[in-house]
């Protein structure tokens, strides 16, 4: 059975860092990914990883603040988030698939077999 739960989130302010983590289990998953939904917003792509951690995107807004990583020996994928800012508050969702989705796909939410539940970023002034 695969489960995918993140943990981690907290209420920090702004400039602040914060580590998420994602265990994902129960298969092997080529592509993991983060996400993130903002109230009233749509959900959105902040970060991809493959198997062997040396393939990673971003998305514009983070690049240079937050990184991805993997330890596949724990089953599970981080988000390192450095100066952080108002706007990186949301709900953040981790993706998992067992396919390599690749730069066409790896973006796009619905090409994500399994999710997690979320974790909230909160970050204040």
């Known amino acids: 059975q695969v489960q995918v739960e993140e943990s981690g989130g907290g209420l920090v302010q702004a400039g602040d860092s914060l580590r998420l983590s994602c265990a994902a289990s129960?298969?092997?998953?080529?592509?993991m990914g983060w996400f993130r939904q903002a109230p009233g917003k749509e959900r959105e792509f902040v970060a991809a990883i493959n198997w062997s951690g040396r393939e990673t995107d971003y998305a514009d807004s983070v690049k240079g603040r937050f990184t991805i990583s993997r330890d596949n020996a724990q089953k599970t994928v981080f988000l390192q988030m450095n100066s952080l800012k108002l706007e990186d508050t949301a709900v953040y969702f981790c993706?998992?698939?067992?396919?390599?989705?690749?730069?066409?796909?790896?973006?796009?939410?619905?090409?994500?077999?399994?999710w997690g539940q979320g974790t909230q970023v909160t970050v204040s002034s």
């Open positions: 993706a998992a698939d067992r396919n390599w989705l690749g730069p066409s796909y790896k973006r796009v939410l619905r090409e994500y077999t399994y």
């Open positions: 129960g298969d092997t998953f080529n592509t």
